[in-house]
């Protein structure tokens, strides 16, 4: 008993490790070169938000002002999507750290709001695929966030996913979803409605 606790503590501490890997703004040193560096190398929105007001706050004229406004202003939908109920993506997502080298880049996309990124690390957990761990839950958290931010077959996966899970509800948001983002349904759909 005693062996499994430690166990479980242990593992829990390797996980706090991975999840916080990332740099954060108290991280960030002060200097102009720092903080830019921290600013292109943050992958959470939250961390970008703050380290770009961080950054503009202490070097309002600096060459790389137009920048961080530019990646301030890209981060807020994504980090208002993050805060949300319906999407279960954690900032141990987007840990570079626990990460793929491959997935890098689509990481960097999706914590700015790039909804094709996300779609593509949904597909790359769900499979398998490009070093990515296979891990539904994880992919069905890609999955909501780039519905969140405007995928059109993300939503109507998730629609499909949570019709085949006996969740009609859940279903029915996700399905008025792709039909505002005007996904192009198939003729003939893979789930019945009850």
């Given at each position: 008993?005693?062996?499994?606790?430690?166990?479980?503590?242990?593992?829990?501490?390797?996980?706090?490790?991975?999840?916080?890997?990332?740099?954060?703004?108290?991280?960030?040193?002060?200097?102009?070169?720092?903080?830019?560096?921290?600013?292109?190398?943050?992958?959470?929105?939250?961390?970008?938000?703050?380290?770009?007001?961080?950054?503009?706050?202490?070097?309002?004229?600096?060459?790389?002002?137009?920048?961080?406004?530019?990646?301030?202003?890209?981060?807020?939908?994504?980090?208002?999507?993050?805060?949300?109920?319906?999407?279960?993506?954690?900032?141990?997502?987007?840990?570079?750290?626990?990460?793929?080298?491959?997935?890098?880049?689509?990481?960097?996309?999706?914590?700015?709001?790039?909804?094709?990124?996300?779609?593509?690390?949904?597909?790359?957990?769900?499979?398998?695929?490009?070093?990515?761990?296979?891990?539904?839950?994880?992919?069905?958290?890609?999955?909501?966030?780039?519905?969140?931010?405007?995928?059109?077959?993300?939503?109507?996966?998730?629609?499909?996913?949570?019709?085949?899970?006996?969740?009609?509800?859940?279903?029915?948001?996700?399905?008025?979803?792709?039909?505002?983002?005007?996904?192009?349904?198939?003729?003939?759909?893979?789930?019945?409605r009850k």
């Amino acid at each position: 008993m005693v062996k499994m606790i430690s166990m479980s503590v242990a593992g829990l501490l390797l996980w706090c490790s991975q999840a916080l890997a990332a740099t954060t703004p108290a991280q960030a040193g002060d200097s102009e070169p720092a903080l830019n560096q921290a600013l292109l190398e943050a992958t959470w929105p939250a961390d970008i938000t703050q380290l770009a007001t961080h950054y503009l706050e202490r070097y309002p004229l600096a060459a790389g002002a137009e920048a961080a406004r530019r990646l301030k202003e890209q981060a807020a939908r994504p980090e208002a999507a993050l805060a949300r109920t319906d999407v279960r993506l954690y900032r141990r997502a987007f840990a570079l750290a626990a990460s793929a080298p491959e997935l890098a880049p689509d990481i960097h996309r999706a914590a700015l709001g790039d909804h094709v990124a996300a779609m593509r690390l949904s597909q790359a957990h769900q499979r398998g695929e490009r070093g990515a761990a296979k891990d539904a839950r994880l992919s069905l958290g890609w999955l909501q966030y780039a519905a969140v931010l405007g995928n059109d077959q993300a939503a109507y996966d998730l629609a499909v996913y949570f019709r085949q899970q006996d969740q009609p509800a859940v279903a029915s948001h996700y399905e008025a979803l792709a039909v505002a983002l005007n996904h192009a349904f198939p003729t003939t759909l893979d789930h019945v409605r009850k």
